[in-house]
């Protein structure tokens, strides 16, 4: 065969383009093999690349994302339902410790999810958040361990703290507290970062599928009964315990912005307590408002202070027959003032804990709950000051109930 019909049978697929009848096929193999002895090398480079940047990845970014995330099913977990095995309660699982690493826009956004179908598919027991919102360490915190110490199960609460960036803890294993302490921000009385620590608080306890009912508290609140109690009272409510009326003074009304309208009118300006307690759609519904928080975020400055009034307002305006418009926190403002009364060690004996908690008419004032007159109003008390924490802890088995 002449050497031309040669090179025509080798390039008989014709990717050589077929035209190449004068090529000899020795300067050809070459040219072919050359790609695969490059490809093998490239090939291996690019699969130890990817496995030693999974393993940069696990090293220096995994443990911090995978506190929120929930754990995998295993592969026990796979088996049918008859087994006895529950992969969906994996997870839905609370994270063991409240630390993160979101931003508050990656926060608000997870905390917004709610389920469109509203009965759970697997045992569900409701659990009361306690969120504290403070400047630092929290000196009442034996007494409130006593307190969670009577619940008999853990799983029955959950507690955050917010305090001042750079604040450091050092609650023991045992506490209540411990690993509790959520991202914060600087939150300044009276003004609008008040009201973002709340938020955040609300969006870091709705995390945990079943919180179901979150109450904002600060380190200078006590509880004034035992957990049983407590937990009774809030998760049987059928209302959440926010405070709001219509004050047509200069306190009230006066410190309504025009810049408010028109989703909220001067008529329907609200004033409550800071310290609120709400069911789970109604905490949904703050983290996820882009309708009155912006408007209050930019316009309610002093005198106009969102901690008292973004709250009672809105949910007046969106939930008014959801909110028993009154608070669960008892403070004292007899004497008078723009903050109310700090309790000391001298304040505290048994006589003013009987008035707290045991003479409907005297401190607990009138209320209804669940459309019923009540004895109990207030579940807890502020302002105590930290050297209360003695003769409380002295008093609190006699006269509260817990410890």
Known sequence: MPQGAAATAV?????????????????????????????????????????????????????????????????????????????????????????????????????????????????????????????????????????????GDAGLFSVYVHATPGYRPDFPPASAFYRRLVPSQVAA??????????????????????????VLLSESC??????????????????????????????????????????????????????FELDRALAVDVVADDRYYPKFREHCRAPCYVDEHYLPTALSIEAPAGIANRSVTWVDWSRGGAHPATFGEKDVDEEFLKQLTAAPGKRQGNCTYNGQPADVCFLFARKFAPSTLRPLLRLAPKLLGYG
């Open 11 to 151: 390039d008989g697929t014709g990717k050589d383009g077929g035209g190449g009848g004068g090529t000899n096929p020795s300067t050809a193999r070459p040219a072919a093999a050359l790609p695969l002895k490059l490809l093998r090398p490239l090939l291996l480079v690019a699969v130890l690349g990817t496995g030693f940047l999974a393993v940069l990845v696990l090293l220096l970014g995994g443990p911090a994302y995978s506190s929120m995330l929930p754990s995998l099913p295993a592969a026990a977990d796979a088996l049918p339902a008859s087994v006895g095995k529950a992969p969906l309660e994996r997870w839905v699982r609370a994270p063991a410790s409240a630390w993160h690493n979101m931003t508050d826009e990656e926060l608000l956004w997870a905390a917004s999810w709610r389920p469109s179908v509203r009965r759970y598919p697997y045992r569900r027991t409701p659990k009361v958040a306690f969120m504290f919102l403070t400047r630092g360490p929290l000196p009442l915190a034996p007494l409130w361990d006593l307190f969670f110490a009577g619940a």
């Open 189 to 214: 009385w009276g003004q609008v970062s008040m009201l973002d620590a709340e938020r955040r608080l609300l969006a870091n306890a709705l995390l945990d599928p079943a919180n179901e009912r979150f």
């Open 222 to 275: 006590v509880p004034l009964y035992g957990f049983p109690a407590v937990y009774s009272y809030l998760t049987r409510s059928r209302a959440s315990f926010v405070g709001a009326f219509d004050d047509p003074s200069p306190h009230g009304r006066g410190r309504y912005r025009g810049g408010l309208a028109p989703e909220v009118r001067r008529e329907q300006f609200r004033k409550g307590a800071q310290w």
